[in-house]
């Protein structure tokens, strides 16, 4: 049975390899889609350098991927509205496929990065 919920675990380190994070920074999950991308969620970043999602299946419908399961996502970090760090797009991210060894769905939570925020 096809799953309802995502989670989505991204992880971003600075030019020095530390984490990146502070208050004034804002990452966004999106899917891209041909004609409008649709927002997933948005976060802070943890100490860590971390940002977690979650999101249903619903969110990645729309008028212009009717019937999608597998979004095509990518990160977006912004600092008071301007953009600082884009991501490369993760085409197609499966969270239907099952496990090869147990047959079960277990890739509802996946985990993308780090990726190096610079500048």
Do not use: C, W
Not at 43 to 58: N, R, T
Not at 74 to 90: A, D, M, P, Q
């Amino acid at each position: 049975m096809p799953a309802e919920f995502f989670k989505v675990i991204a992880r971003f380190e600075n030019a020095e390899g530390r984490p990146f994070f502070g208050s004034e920074y804002t990452v966004a999950l999106l899917d891209k889609d041909r004609l409008l991308d649709d927002k997933l969620g948005s976060a802070s970043l943890s100490e860590d350098g971390v940002a977690e999602f979650l999101f249903s299946a619903s969110q990645i419908l729309s008028i212009d991927s009717i019937g999608e399961r597998k979004p095509d996502l990518y990160f977006l970090i912004t600092e008071h509205g301007n953009e600082v760090f884009r991501s490369e797009i993760f085409p197609e991210v499966d969270f239907d496929a099952p496990d090869p060894v147990t047959g079960r769905q277990d890739n509802v939570t996946m985990e993308f990065g780090p990726f190096r925020v610079t500048g």
